[in-house]
């Protein structure tokens, strides 16, 4: 677990939305048969490119 909270801490931002882009990709394959667990990965998808976006602005500014 401290390493996946030690990944995100220090991966930079583009790392974060490219892994949301290949999330959100894989969710909506997934969409058809399982639509519960695409949901969820969606969710998570969404949490993660916020977290990104404050991320670069923060490092920015």
Same mark, same amino acid.
Request: charged residues 15%; positive net charge; proline residues 3%.
């Given at each position: 677990?401290?390493?996946?909270i030690?990944?995100?801490?220090? $991966?930079?931002?583009l790392? &974060?939305?490219?892994l ?7 969710? *909506?394959?997934?969409e058809? @048969?399982?639509?519960?667990? $695409?949901?969820?990965?969606? &969710? ?10 404050i *991320?670069?602005?923060?490092? @920015?500014?």
């Amino acid at each position: 677990m401290n390493k996946l909270i030690n990944f995100f801490k220090t $991966a930079s931002p583009l790392i &974060l939305l490219l892994l949301c882009i290949g999330a959100e990709i894989v969710s *909506k394959i997934i969409e058809i @048969k399982l639509p519960t667990i $695409a949901m969820g990965l969606q &969710l998570v998808t969404f949490v993660v490119f916020v977290y990104a976006l404050i *991320k670069f602005f923060n490092s @920015k500014f």
